[in-house]
């Protein structure tokens, strides 16, 4: 199972030799990690994770809805219930399982970022299988309660420069309070996630902006809603906050007069409907937008997900459980009332990401190819991939370039898997880069500076961290 040297690297050998070349300049970099979700709890309070199960099953829902897709319950592998109700809680069971069924991410990316962890962080070079199981979970369980397995001394580790969680607009961020105040050098910034407070098609939309308002002491109309948004936006820019994040089922925007919108605001606080809602919604995307101009936060859209579509599955464990699905998605008409409005202000930074690849030659590429507020997030969840990122890249360099992208980000939960993660992306980038260089498309030196830009720079710039 040990790691190639050359793994996803050109089989063309001039290629190859170029893209070790171009992969050696990066390998080490800093890693900046601009939007993900893990838990900020971790690093206030730096506390030993409990067991391997807990650390790359348990939070990790590439791998429980793979396991589940082939029966496996996710009461037996430890995923808390809505209800309360009784799941494994034996670590050793879990991971059992996981060795058994481990042959179902044969060819998937989640095998490389498992594998690469494995024998980075644990030095272990076995494959896991059911043969072995107990043996790697002592090995693992040995090495998790050492001080260098903490959370800060991971991230170190890790080479970590920046890392952003993701955060609820109602959330008080008291863990990020303590990381500031621990005088540990690591830095863990917020992102705003404003979901919950603008997503009227939800049963607890009218209760949540009560919550969000009172919090903000605001009136609760919708001129004190939108005052609320900027409230809550400044507190999370002073615990370091440099971006907001907005998961919506389209990318949809609108730009109502301020009587429409708050007529519109009354409706979905009263009695919300379908249409109501998604009008909302597209209101208030173009009003985000309206507030990164005013306060400087990076405003990332992520579009296109059909959350929790089982049924069965959402009113037993909750969301992200695994079960949201890419559907198709468009760009030009729902985003034109946005961009009309701002899509020329040099004081936006608007980061598109899609689930639908279909879009980002016919409409995302041209359009961050144009218009200066936009940008292109890296291929994202399900294309988050070897195969992905390639497509990534094939399908908008053309048309947008390098410098209208913003690098990689790891968007994950697994957080043994991010400096896997990272590797992947730059493995990747260097083969698509040698492959233009052999093909005499770019110098070398060239492709040096591109690959620097898109390991490191990119990010850094565009979250503006």
């Not at 807990?54 to 809505?82: C, N, T």
């Not at 507020?373 to 947008?400: C, K, Q, Y």
């Amino acid at each position: 199972m040990a790691l190639h040297p050359d793994r996803l690297f050109p089989i063309e050998a001039d290629a190859r030799i170029i893209a070790r070349r171009l992969y050696r300049t990066v390998e080490r970099l800093p890693i900046i990690s601009p939007h993900g979700h893990t838990e900020p709890r971790w690093y206030a309070e730096n506390e030993a994770f409990p067991d391997p199960a807990s650390l790359f099953v348990k939070p990790d829902h590439y791998i429980f809805r793979m396991l589940y897709s082939q029966g496996v319950a996710l009461e037996d592998l430890g995923v808390p219930r809505v209800d309360g109700g009784p799941t494994e809680t034996d670590g050793r069971k879990i991971w059992r399982l996981f060795a058994r069924h481990f042959h179902l991410f044969r060819g998937t990316p989640s095998r490389l970022w498992f594998e690469h962890s494995l024998e980075t962080i644990f030095d272990i070079t076995d494959r896991l299988c059911e043969a072995n199981a107990d043996a790697l979970y002592d090995r693992i369980s040995d090495r998790i309660g050492q001080p260098s397995m903490r959370p800060r001394a991971l991230y170190e580790q890790f080479g970590i420069e920046v890392i952003s969680t993701t955060d609820a607009a109602t959330d008080d961020l008291r863990y990020h309070d303590a990381v500031l105040q621990s005088g540990w050098k690591g830095r863990v910034v917020p992102a705003y996630r404003p979901d919950a407070v603008v997503d009227a098609s939800r049963s607890d939309f009218a209760e949540n902006v009560e919550k969000f308002t009172g919090l903000a002491g605001t009136p609760l109309t919708y001129q004190g809603y939108l005052d609320a948004h900027r409230a809550r936006r400044a507190y999370f820019k002073a615990r370091g906050a440099t971006a907001t994040d907005h998961g919506h089922p389209s990318a949809r925007t609108a730009n109502l007069s301020p009587a429409e919108a708050a007529s519109l605001f009354d409706l979905v606080m009263s009695r919300p409907d379908p249409q109501a809602a998604e009008l909302f919604r597209a209101q208030m995307l173009t009003e985000m937008a309206g507030m990164s101009v005013e306060d400087g936060l990076v405003m990332q859209i992520h579009p296109g997900s059909f959350r929790n579509h089982n049924p069965q599955l959402f009113e037993r464990f909750g969301a992200d459980k695994g079960a949201d699905i890419p559907r198709a998605t468009s760009y030009v008409e729902e985003l034109k009332p946005l961009l009309d409005a701002y899509g020329n202000d040099p004081r936006l930074t608007l980061i598109l990401f899609t689930l639908d690849e279909t879009s980002y030659s016919r409409e995302l590429a041209p359009l961050a190819g144009h218009y200066p507020a936009l940008r292109l997030g890296p291929a994202w969840w399900f294309h988050d991939s070897p195969e992905g990122m390639r497509r990534f890249r094939e399908l908008t360099t053309e048309t947008a370039g390098f410098y209208n992208t913003v690098g990689f980000n790891d968007d994950t939960r697994a957080y043994l898997s991010i400096p896997a993660r990272h590797d992947m992306a730059r493995r990747v980038d260097c083969a698509f880069l040698a492959r233009l260089i052999a093909d005499h498309r770019l110098d070398e030196d060239e492709g040096a500076e591109i690959a620097h830009d898109l390991a490191y720079r990119l990010a850094k710039n565009a979250y503006k961290l």
